[in-house]
């Protein structure tokens, strides 16, 4: 997920001050409640911070950063300042999350959708899709990153980001997010690393290029009987600079920042069994505007 203000693949971009940044298909970021008075926003004590929530993403920061470095050399990046606030581009309407009546791409590039209209609602599901596909558990196995990678991004930026992710995914780094060292799951465990995006804004656009920034919740961790690794939920913004490359929206930079997140609510957490069951039960989506 060098030098800069924010983590992510643009150069401008690193955020080495805080370890839970994002990049190539893992989404750790940190959650973290309002300061002050031991509220929760709605009047009730904070619930005390389980101190298993941090075992996942401590274990990640390596790759994280090794591989937001290794990328930010190669250039680009849109030094964003990342904060949700709604201060760059044109404000959505109200209208901007309905329905467009726009049907959903049927194209296919490997397993990640393609054909997205030459527009900005195209450049939208593209970001969408793309995010969704980088965040994904196909991510912490060679062949399914090696695809992923090439159906996703430029091909001008393809090698390098291949090989820096090589190194970054490490049999060491596997082993320590819970996985095998080649990256297949343990015995009566479920993997989980799901990115799911919650809103999209065009904060840049030109004949061939945009920039979309991404709001997206994701959910990572180990889930069954006898995980260390609990899945958590985590929020992030990612900003992907896309280029009209071959007939269709490819990333050539992106960068990720934290948040905006809202205050945790009352659910009760669901066991183990219950997250593997909804992993195993529920599929992804493809997104479109």
């Not at 709604?86 to 959903?104: Q, V």
């Not at 980001?161 to 465990?189: C, I, M, Q």
Request: overall charge negative; some cysteine.
């Amino acid at each position: 997920m060098s030098h800069g203000d924010e983590s992510g693949y643009g150069n401008d971009s690193g955020r080495n001050d805080d370890a839970y940044s994002t990049i190539g298909g893992t989404r750790q970021t940190r959650t973290r409640l309002p300061d002050g008075g031991g509220g929760d926003g709605y009047g009730a004590p904070r619930r005390p911070a389980r101190t298993s929530r941090s075992l996942v993403t401590v274990v990640g920061v390596v790759v994280l950063l090794i591989a937001a470095i290794a990328f930010a050399n190669m250039g680009g990046g849109t030094g964003k300042d990342g904060d949700g606030s709604g201060s760059r581009g044109s404000k959505p309407e109200s209208s901007s999350t309905a329905a467009t009546g726009t049907k959903p791409v049927t194209g296919k590039n490997g397993s990640i959708p393609s054909g997205f209209a030459h527009d900005e609602q195209g450049a939208q599901s593209a970001a969408s899709n793309y995010a969704v596909a980088l965040g994904s558990a196909e991510m912490f196995n060679t062949d399914t990153r090696r695809s992923i990678i090439q159906s996703t991004h430029d091909p001008a930026v393809v090698d390098n980001l291949l090989a820096a992710l090589t190194k970054a995914y490490s049999p060491d780094f596997l082993k320590n997010v819970g996985l095998n060292e080649d990256g297949t799951t343990p015995s009566g465990l479920a993997f989980v690393s799901r990115t799911v995006p919650v809103g999209t804004k065009v904060v840049e656009k030109g004949d061939d290029t945009a920039t979309v920034e991404v709001w997206c919740t994701g959910l990572v961790g180990m889930a069954g009987q006898g995980s260390t690794k609990p899945v958590t939920a985590t929020w992030f913004t990612i900003s992907e600079k896309l280029r009209w490359v071959g007939g269709d929206w490819r990333i050539e930079s992106s960068s990720q920042t934290e948040g905006p997140t809202p205050v945790n609510g009352d659910n009760r957490a669901s066991t183990a069994d219950e997250i593997a069951g909804a992993v195993q039960g529920y599929g992804g989506f493809t997104y479109a505007r």
